[in-house]
């Protein structure tokens, strides 16, 4: 439907290529990060190992949320 927001699916079909999401590749200040939480060389997993955690939204409600906010 135009005009019409829809979910975010990543970018699966960049995904299934091996490529980020758009959001992640053009995002010039590194802000939105994409990668394997279970990969020590990936990007999001060095930055979570970093220490600059912050919190992860509505952690409390038991949904084990994958979106981590840095500081």
């Known amino acids: ?3 019409a927001a829809q979910k975010c699916d990543f ?3 960049r995904l ?3 490529l980020p999401p758009y959001c992640a590749q053009t995002c010039l200040t590194s802000a939105i990060m994409f990668g394997d ?3 020590p060389r990936s990007e999001v997993s060095q930055a ?5 955690f912050f919190y992860r939204p509505r952690e409390e409600l038991g949904t084990k949320p994958s ?4 500081a």
């Open 16 to 18: 299934e290529k091996g």
């Open 37 to 39: 939480f279970d990969d």
């Open 1 to 3: 439907m135009a005009g």
């Open 67 to 70: 979106t981590y906010y840095l």
């Open 11 to 13: 970018c699966f079909d």
């Open 48 to 52: 979570l190992s970093s220490g600059r």
